[in-house]
Every structure is written in structure tokens, then in C-alpha cells.
């Protein structure tokens, strides 16, 4: 076989690991649905009555224009809490002995690391198809044709592979699980201060500011636009340019972080 | 040294390491022949664990040649990777998976092929006793069975050289009689093994060759037997219950020293039971009473403190001093 042969095998090897992994404890992947899905029912039930009202020319007002509003936004949240598994995954293996071994055998570089972002990327759209699903439940509608529902999906994949590559080398530079489980957590913050769950307009100078230029921002855009109407192609450039720039830089970080770890361990 | 390595499977040359300012290694040198069983001895933190880590091509040496297999390790890690087995201090298995998912995942690593690993998985499960768990959680497993399942995934590609860095730390007196049992098959086999052990027992009953580490260098090195015998031989402790005694016994026993505050005297010996006859004849004949008797053999202790002078090795079990009381 050729090296590009075994680089596909060894890393096929170690996603079956990471998805046996998650449905033998299933209790880490339902805690990262459910913390969107809390959001979600928080926001459209307590603050979405008042919120909607608000919205302005985003629909009729009350809580139905909010659940229009703010669902972009969730599915955002969920892709950003979603990552937060691969930096406890990846740390997780890291300190652990296994990972000594993997670093003794003729495995292709790279393939632990893959392993864990592609069984983060199926976990992520796992759990994004389990909140769309409440959302439907709770009156979410789109007038999304499937080419726009492909395009969707395609942004929320794109972006959710950056964010866990971020994830991941995070999760290599933790000295713990600890530590791994809380470095990521400005993830969770940043759709806050985004457009996801109120309009930017409405946010004071200096925050509208820092919204309008962080990455969340035109992600939530580009799905606001395909799902439920609006501009798109001026969101959708910076979206996948900030999707592809953090994927690049954090796969580099973290391929660094593998290659160069325990380097410094004494006896 | 016995064995002239005409082609050896581990070979290093001045390997140095240092974390800061710490000097881990000193310039350590050691070869090991092919199909022998090598073992470092020494103390915690005396640069076992580095060295090993350094041979298994985890970290880099600052300094120094090292040849696995053939391959030179910074040159060529991965074909030395393909060659070697690690089982390290602390246990490398996946407890999210099975015993026969880890060797699964084992074999698929090493890609064996469908067929291939399953007959393999099967048979190192066998050989190690553990069949009846393949398919339970890790967590209902002992520490015994864990390690053999460390080991058993550490075989799983037919390693030929393996390293194991203090393989019974921790198990209890039978795992541990188990787990030398298969390290003596594998060499049998043909595998080359260097092991890493803080136990002088353990070094004895299964090295070939053995090196003494203390701070990063080496210290004594050779067969078990050549090390004891650069030191001198063993004894036989005698205590009395009283000073007239041990005196009376010292005036008899040439080359004895007499110590008069524990009321024991010391006599050289090899242990052997002619020698203690005779000992014991001469005391009787002159009714002089013994109240305690003890025969201390040589051993990697009375190595490690000739050549350290400090007594920093302790014995698993005292299998070398047997007490007997008259």
C-alpha cells in the first residue's frame, strides 16, 4: 500500500475508535445538544415574546418572528458547543498512556488527530439535526428550497470543521481534561455577541463593532439568508474565508502541538 | 561482557539528555544482542524511563547514536517503529473499548488485514488468559489482567524488539511470577527485550545482561553473575545473648567482626551449607549458644551499593535472606 493509502486506513482505524467512543457514552454527546436546546427554548419561550417585538423589519413581531430570528443563531451555538467535545476527546486521549503507544507504532502522522475531527464533525451534525428537529418542533418554518437547504448544511459542516480543529488544538496544548473543558468556552460566548440572537443595530457602538467583524456574524448571516431569506453572497464570502482561515491555522497549531508533545517530559 | 554482539538489536552510544538543567542522561552506552533479555537497574529517577522513551523513538536524545534494528532512530523512526513494542510504566490501553477492541484496534494499526488480525486477537487472548473478559469493559478487569493486556497489544505485530519499562511495578506477587513466566517465553521465541526494573530479583531471574543506572550513567554492567562476583561474598550473621559470647566466638572465628552493641558477629562466607556446618560445629563444640542466625547472599544490592555506596535499590521480596531460628 502507499503511504496516502495508509494515511486513509489509519485514519479510518481511529474514526471507528472515536464513534465506538461516543455511543458506548452516549452522555457527553447529549450534553452538547442539550445545551443549545436549552438556549433555544429559553430564548423563544422566556426572552422571545419581548425580543420579537423588537425585531423590527424581521417579521410580524411576538414570539414566532423570534423563533425565525433566532434559529440561525442556535444552529451556530450548537456547532460552537458541539466543538467543545473534541477538546475534551482530544485532551482526554492525550493524557492518557494510549496515546505513548500510538506514538511508538508506524501509524501515518496525522491520523489520531483526524480520527477525533471527523468523529467530532459526524457528532456535531448529529446533534445539529436533533436541534433543528426541536426547532421544527417548536414552529420553526423555512422557505428554503433543497438546493438552499444543501448550502446550509454545507456552511454549518464547513464551519463546524474549523471550529473543531480550533477545538482540537486546544485540547492538545491543556496540560489536563480540566483545563480542556474550559479553554474552548469563549466559543459558547462569542454567538452571543454575534447577530444570532438580537440584531447587531441594536448593540451599543464599540460591541456592534466587534460583532460585525467576528466570525459568527456573517456564518449566521450566510443561514439567515439561505433559511429564511435575506442577502447572502455578502455574508457568505467572509463566512467561508473566516471558516477556511480558522481551519488552516488551527490544523497547523495542532499537527505542531502532536508533533512536538511530551518533548519536554522527564523520567 | 559474554556475549559479543555480532549483530546487535539495540545499540547506543553516548546518549545524553537533559530537561533544562536537569541532566537526565550522562553519556550512557549500552548494547543489547539479539534474543536476549537486557535489563536497566536502578533507583527512581535514576533515567530509566528516558532512556526507554528515547530508544521508542517518543522523545529525542540531545546527543548521542542510536541504532534499533538497524534503523537509527532519528533518522528513521518509522522503521523502527514497525520493528519495536513498548509497554511503559503506566498502562497504554483504550478504557472505552473492550480487551478484544484494543487488540482489534492493535491489529487494524498495524494492518494485519480482516482475517489475519482476528487469528491473531484470538490467539494473544488466549495465550494471556483472557478469553472469558475479550468482551467486557476494561474496568471490571485487575491490574494483572490490564498489564497482560497492555502486553498482549504490544505483541499484536510480532514486535522484535520490545521494551518494557518496569513491567511488575505494582502487581501482586503472582502477576508478577506470570508476567516474567511470558517474558522468558518471548525471549525463548527469539524477541530481543530490554526491560527497565527497580527490583534486584527481577533483574536476576531474568536478565542476560544487566546495566546499573544511577544518575544518568552507567555503573556496573555485565551478567548477574559477573556483578556478584565483583563484590565481596556473602556471610553468615550471628547474634548471641551476651557479650561473653561474642567474644568467646570472635577469639574462635578467624576474619570475623564482632560488633558489641547488637551483639552479632559477621562471618565471611559463601553461604554454602559445608561452611555453616563447620561455623556451627565449632561454636557447639566450645557451648556457645547462638540466638539468631542469618545467611546473606550476594546480591545486585550489595552491587549497586559497592559501586554508589549508597543502598538506594530495594529487594521485592526478601528471597535472598532467608532467617532461621534455632
Redesign the interface.
Known sequence: ?TSLA?TV??SA?ML??NL??QL??PSLTLMLAGIPIVFLLLFVYVFGGQLGNSLGGHGAGGRDAYVTYVVPGILIITVASAALGTAISVATDMT???I????????SRGAVLTGHVIGSLLQTLAVLVLVLGVSLAIGFRSHANVLEWLAAAGMLALFAFALIWLSAALGMAAKSVETASNTPMFLTLLPFLSSGFVPTASMPAGLRQFSEYEPFTPVTQTLRGLLTGGPIAAHAIPAIAWSAAIALASYLWAVRLYNRR?????? | MTINPARPAISAQAVRKS?GE?I?LDGVDLTVAEGTIFSLLGPN??????MV?IL?????ADGGDIQVGGHDVVAEP??V??L???T?Q????????TGE?NLR??A????LGRAAGRRRVAELLERFDLTNAARKPLSTYSGGMRRRLDLA??LV?NPSVIFLDEPTTGLDPRSRRTMWQIIRELATDGVTILLTTQYLDEADELADQVAVLDHGRIVAEGTPAELKRRIPGGHIQLQFADVGDLRAAARMIAAAAPDDDQLILQVPGDGSVGSLRRVLNELDDARIDVAHLSIHSPDLDDVFFAVTGRSAIEPAMPLEEEVLQP
Request: net charge positive; charged share 25%.
Open positions: 500500500m495508509y486506513t489509519d482505524t471507528r475508535r465506538k467512543h458506548r457514552y492518557g498512556g494510549i505513548d503507544r500510538f506514538r511508538t507504532m508506524a501509524i511530551r518533548a519536554a517530559t522527564p523520567s | 530537561f536537569h537526565v529517577g535514576a533515567g530509566k524511563t528516558t522513551r521508542s523513538t517518543l522523545i529525542a518509522d522503521a517503529r514497525a519495536i513494542g513498548v511503559g503506566f498502562s497504554a490501553v483504550d478504557n472505552y473499548l477492541e484496534l492493535m487494524d494499526l498495524r494492518h497489544m504490544t505485530g
